[in-house]
């Protein structure tokens, strides 16, 4: 006989738990690695997602909107640190006399560079910690055989 008419649906439930949580566990990771571990737990998470069952399907769903989420704001806090520098050297270029565009000053690409300078530093890290502090309460919920989502109680 084959195996598959033995499978059991518990078995086969842990297994996608414990999948599920192996995600997580990249998504926790992926902050210290710079987002690398959140591409392979993304890729995983969708190669996962369609035959998993109701519960570790939610929990791969809500794994690749908060990859796609989080990596948005670290892109978008990237880019805002790159128009800060940008504007810092323009600052300083302005300080020795190097010529700036027409009505602006090198105080005023000051300001601008602090308020980008700020900007990036706020996307980034609420990136970053949003990824990993979602990972965690997905994790827990994960572990309670909860579903991620909105649910009703019975």
């Known amino acids: ?51 998993a069952g109701p519960l570790a399907r939610s929990h791969y769903d809500y794994q690749i909107r908060s990859f796609w989420i989080d990596m948005t704001l670290v892109v978008l806090g990237v880019a805002c640190g790159w128009a800060s520098l940008a504007t810092g050297l323009g600052t300083v270029a302005g300080l020795f006399g190097i010529q700036l565009p027409q009505g602006m000053t090198a105080g005023d690409l000051g300001w601008t560079a602090i308020a ?30 909860r579903p991620m989502g909105k649910t009703r109680r019975p």
Do not use: N
């Open 116 to 145: 980008l300078a700020i900007a990036w530093l706020v996307l980034w890290i609420w990136g970053f910690l949003g990824l990993f502090l979602g990972s965690v309460h997905g994790s827990m919920r994960l572990a309670a055989s």
């Open 1 to 51: 006989m084959a195996l598959t008419e033995f499978e059991d649906d518990g078995l086969k439930q842990r297994a996608e738990r414990v999948g599920a949580l192996a995600v997580y566990g990249l998504l926790i990771a992926a902050p210290f690695t710079l987002g690398a571990l959140a591409i392979l737990a993304v890729i995983i998470a969708y190669f996962r997602r369609g035959g």
